[in-house]
C-alpha cells in the first residue's frame, strides 16, 4: 500500500484554496492548510477536513508575503508528514486603481503575496520533491496571466511573472519526476472577487448587478462564473499519474475568456 501524498496549499481558508484542500483531503492526502491568521477558525477548517475524511490535516500560519515564512511552511510541512508531494501555490490578493494612483504598498504586497511567495515555496519543496523522486508543483495563476485588464497592474503584472516562474521551474525539474504547471482561472465567485465588487462599482460607476454582468463577466462567454470545485478538479488532475507528462505550461478554465 502506498502512503498517502502529502499536499500544501498555501492560502486555503477560503474559497479556491479550501475548495482544492477539499479535493485532496477525498483523495485521502495529508493536508497542511495555511493563511497568515492565526484564529481558532483556522485550525477547525483543518480539523473538520480531517474527521470528514479520515485523513491528516493541520493548519500553518504563515504569511506568505514574508519569504521566510514561506519557506518555512514548506519546512513545517515536512516535519509533520516527512516530505512534501503536491505544493499550490494558491494564496493571492487583489487591489484595483489605476497605475497613478495604484499605492506603492498594495504593489509590493501583491507582488510578494501572488508572486515571490511560489519562489520561495517552491525553492523549499523542490528539494524535498527531487529527495523522493517526484512532486508536483500546480500554481494557480489567472486568465491575468494571459491577458491584462485595467487598473489591475500589480495583479496582472505578478500573475504573467508565475506564468514565467511556472516554466522556468518547469525545465529545471523535467528529469527529477517533478511537474510544475499553472491552472488559469476566469472569474470565480469567491471572498476575493466578492470584495472587488464595491471597487469596480466606484471605478465603472455602476451597480452591482451591471458590474457582474457588463464588466466582470463581459469577458467570460459563457457568462458564468467558474465554480471552486472545477478549479480544485483541474488542480487534481494535473497532480494525478495521468498528467505526468503535462509540464511547463497551463489549463485555462475561464469559460473561454481567452479564446477571443
Ligand atoms: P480568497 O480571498 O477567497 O482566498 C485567498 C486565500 O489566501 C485566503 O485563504 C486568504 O486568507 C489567503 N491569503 C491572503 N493573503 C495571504 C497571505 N499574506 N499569506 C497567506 N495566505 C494569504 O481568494 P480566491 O478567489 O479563492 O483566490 C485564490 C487564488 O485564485 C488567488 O491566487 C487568486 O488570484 C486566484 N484567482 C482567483 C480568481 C477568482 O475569480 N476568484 C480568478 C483567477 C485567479
Redesign the pocket.
Known amino acids: 500500500q502506498t502512503p498517502p501524498r502529502t499536499a500544501v496549499v498555501?492560502?486555503?481558508?477560503?474559497?479556491?484554496?479550501?475548495?482544492i484542500a477539499r479535493q485532496f483531503a477525498a483523495e485521502g492526502c495529508n493536508l497542511v492548510l495555511?493563511?497568515?491568521?492565526d484564529s481558532p477558525g483556522d485550525h477547525a477548517i483543518a480539523d473538520g477536513l480531517a474527521r470528514e475524511h479520515g485523513v491528516k490535516a493541520i493548519y500553518v500560519?504563515?504569511?506568505?508575503?514574508?519569504p521566510e515564512?514561506c519557506r518555512a511552511l514548506v519546512a513545517q510541512a515536512a516535519e509533520a508528514f516527512g516530505t512534501v508531494d503536491i505544493l499550490v501555490?494558491?494564496?493571492?490578493?487583489?487591489h484595483v486603481a489605476p497605475v497613478e494612483e495604484f499605492p506603492i504598498a498594495k504593489w509590493d504586497?501583491i507582488i510578494?503575496?501572488?508572486l515571490s511567495?511560489a519562489f520561495h515555496t517552491a525553492a523549499a519543496a523542490i528539494p524535498l520533491m527531487k529527495k523522493a523522486g517526484h512532486g508536483r508543483i500546480v500554481n494557480?495563476?489567472?486568465?491575468?496571466?494571459l491577458v491584462a485588464s485595467p487598473f489591475k497592474s500589480a495583479?496582472v503584472s505578478?500573475?504573467h511573472g508565475i506564468m514565467g516562474l511556472t516554466k522556468t521551474i518547469a525545465l529545471e525539474v523535467a528529469r527529477d519526476g517533478i511537474t510544475c504547471n499553472a491552472?488559469?482561472?476566469?472569474?470565480?465567485?469567491?471572498?476575493?472577487?466578492?470584495?472587488q465588487i464595491p471597487d469596480q462599482m466606484k471605478a465603472h460607476n455602476m451597480d452591482r448587478e451591471t458590474v457582474i454582468r457588463e464588466v466582470?463577466l463581459d469577458k467570460q462567454p459563457t457568462k458564468e462564473?467558474?465554480t471552486?470545485e472545477q478549479?480544485a478538479a483541474t488542480v487534481s488532475f494535473l497532480c494525478s499519474p495521468a498528467a505526468a507528462q503535462v509540464n511547463g505550461t497551463h489549463i485555462s478554465v475561464?469559460g473561454g475568456w481567452t479564446a477571443a
Request: with cysteine.
Open positions: 498555501t492560502g486555503s481558508t477560503s474559497g479556491i484554496g479550501l475548495a495555511n493563511s497568515f491568521s500560519q504563515a504569511d506568505m508575503s514574508k515564512q501555490n494558491n494564496a493571492g490578493v487583489q504586497q510578494a503575496i501572488n511567495s494557480i495563476a489567472s486568465a491575468h496571466g495583479y505578478a500573475k491552472v488559469c482561472p476566469g472569474y470565480v465567485l469567491t471572498p476575493l472577487v466578492e470584495a466582470m462564473f467558474v471552486v478549479i475561464d
